[in-house]
DNA sequence: TCTACTATTTGACCTAAGTCAAGTGTATTG
DNA sequence: CAATACACTTGACTTAGGTCAAATAGTAGA
């Protein structure tokens, strides 16, 4: 699964130079200042953001608390899934934790080039079963591993997401609390 | 996203009937007798199963427990999705919990017809976002419900569920232990 | 019907992680 | 520099759910 994106990167590089375009035609640069939203809750996810470079993570509200669901890095693309497919207002925000760079496409944009372009299908195939396999990735961890476990994956695995993101939000995407965190952290 | 499967069943319907029989003519029927096994550990996931009548499930064994990761009733499309999307060894296996009656599409034919049929890959990738959004909704839950609640919710959704599946299986469906699902029904 | 299983319940105790509250440290900014 | 805030730690206590073990149902076959 792990090498599936580099699947998809052999794709889009396979594709002919019409489509292409055609993709690049319809995306746009925008940066976010680190503390800016690129989705609120209850707004429809209308866009795609691909990740240039920074750092921005999607949460919800559950009991006034904040749970983290997705940290983006350079080249993950960053959507509320849902909002996104069903063009339904989202239950979650995406914010920029660091000032972040993004290129942006929008939703009508890309299901009409797709109409035009077929093979922008299988692409957005590939991005679908990519985020499906992530999801239930997370899903398994969360019934295999304890919060110390999940937290030495992420320490070895992604180690800049340590020295970069506040432990309140790394902890709420871990699913514990900051003080359990905090005290995995002294234990080790 | 529930009206997302009606989304899905339209977009079958407005198939042009040449799709509908490229389909249709990759596809046969078997019947599974209570306790076979649909798919086991470590082989590929070569062939989907659209699930005609009867109820089986998926789990992978984890420190020598059986997590059951999904149920799958009429008209579910029971597949491994890592092992079928990636064609690699599974870690699930997916067993037959009563007689199933199931229409199998091999994965190699349906990839084959998707390039004779461009329209099968927009409806491969609907039932692949179904799907993520699927999987989404469960981590959704696991985070923000207790376990009462989740048994709650699947005795008021699915009751048939209840009734028809030994409470061990429910039980690992829900995360908990058998013990503990027995408290949470003594309670109520 | 009796036996042997399998399914479910109940009890006693344990543990990972949460909650609340009170620190300490370290920025940032007026 | 003081002051306010933010980031993190530590302590004391609670709780949901797990584990192990034993007791009851149910149920299918000899």
Redesign the interface.
């Known amino acids: ?1 792990t090498s ?1 994106i580099s699947n998809i990167n052999q794709y889009i590089k396979s594709l002919d130079s019409d489509t292409l375009y055609a993709l690049h035609s319809i995306s746009s640069e925008k940066v976010y200042k680190k503390g800016e939203y690129l989705l609120r809750q209850n707004e429809v996810c209308t866009k795609s953001y691909l990740v240039l470079s920074g750092i921005s993570r999607k949460y919800y509200l ?1 009991d006034g608390k904040e ?1 983290t ?1 997705e940290l983006f890095f350079e080249n993950d693309l960053a959507i509320s ?2 909002s996104y ?2 063009q339904q207002p989202s239950m979650e925000f995406i914010e920029a934790l660091t000032d972040v760079k993004v290129s942006i496409t929008y939703y009508q944009a890309f299901q009409a080039a797709k109409a035009a372009h ?1 093979k922008l ?2 692409l ?2 590939m991005l ?2 990519y ?3 992530w ?2 990735k ?2 398994f961890q ?3 591993q304890t919060a110390t476990e999940r937290y030495l994956d992420i320490l070895e695995r992604s180690p800049h997401i340590i020295q970069t993101i506040p432990l309140t939000i790394i902890a709420s995407y871990l ?1 514990i609390s900051l003080e359990t965190l905090s005290r995995i952290r002294a234990k080790i």
């Open positions: 699964m599936y559950h749970i669901t899934f849902e497919t069903c077929p299908v299988a957005d195939l679908a079963e985020y499906a396999m999801v239930e997370r899903l969360f019934h295999t699913g």
